[in-house]
Nanobody, 123 residues
């Protein structure tokens, strides 16, 4: 499984970005997908997860109401829509994939990781 994240960039506070993560897999729906971020000097932080079926999502409390995770089985792509961005959202954002019967939230449960895309939010 290879993951390619894209869509990062520089945005003003209050703006929006949509991150994409293209997965090179035969059957996209066999995996659950997540987004994490890591700011300089901080640990990697869980943001969002979407189940294999796509009907169960998890969001970390600090991004609820602002971020949305979704998936497109036809395009083998998972998205992270980010609205109302804040300077504290500045980080490298990573997409990740986990196999069946694993748990969301925990980085070690995700076997597959993309290379990261930088999001910078200016004040």
């Amino acid at each position: 499984v290879q993951l390619q994240a894209s869509g990062g960039g520089l945005v003003q506070a209050g703006g929006s970005l949509r991150l994409s993560c293209a997965a090179s897999v035969r059957t996209f729906s066999l995996y659950a997908w997540g987004w994490f971020r890591q700011a300089p000097g901080k640990e990697r932080e869980f943001l969002a997860d979407i189940s294999q079926s796509g009907d169960v999502t998890y969001l970390e409390d600090s991004v609820k109401g602002r971020f949305t995770i979704s998936g497109d089985n036809a395009k083998n792509t998972v998205y992270l829509q980010m609205n109302s961005l804040k300077p504290e959202d500045t980080a490298v954002y990573y997409c990740a994939g986990r196999n069946l019967f694993t748990k969301p939230y925990i980085p070690s449960q995700y076997a597959y990781w993309g290379q990261g895309t930088l999001v910078t939010v200016s004040s």
